[in-house]
């Protein structure tokens, strides 16, 4: 089966791309990768860092909306073992005006912080190992 080595797209709609860019690329670092613009009615941009096996899609239809997160638990989790590295991922959100909240699920604050963007989904940045 060929998923293990599949490069992963996660995609969601939203209502603000312009504000998701500040949240993933200003603050998170992630480069955009690509983008188009009425794609049969659709908008949309790719942002990731480049070399690596995922990518964040994030489109948006001209006269639907997209809504906000369905739950504070709806999570995409990067896990930063370095402390340094951690401290300054902190740092760039803070930086750019992103404020930690307090996470649903209090397991993440114990060496995380969670940032929430600004369709409501959450980020967690994890001060610690993945173990596989």
Same mark, same amino acid.
Not at 16 to 42: C, K, M, S, T, W
Not at 89 to 105: D, L, P
């Given at each position: ?11 969601? /709609? ?35 860092? /480049? ?54 699920? /209090? ?26």
């Amino acid at each position: 089966m060929a998923l293990p080595t599949a490069h992963i797209r996660i995609a969601r /709609p939203t209502n603000n791309i312009p504000a998701l860019l500040q949240f993933y690329r200003d603050g998170l670092g992630f480069a955009v990768l690509g983008q188009f613009e009425d794609h049969d009615g659709f908008d949309g941009i790719m942002l990731g860092h /480049p070399g690596t096996t995922y990518h964040l899609e994030f489109t948006s239809k001209r006269g639907h909306d997209a809504a906000r997160a369905p739950t504070q638990d709806n999570l995409i989790v990067f896990y930063l073992p370095d402390p340094e590295d951690w401290k300054r991922a902190i740092t760039r959100m803070e930086g750019v005006g992103f404020a930690a909240v307090a996470s649903f699920n /209090p397991y993440w604050d114990a060496n995380g912080k969670t940032f929430e963007d600004p369709d409501g989904y959450r980020v967690v940045l994890q001060n610690a190992a993945w173990m596989s």
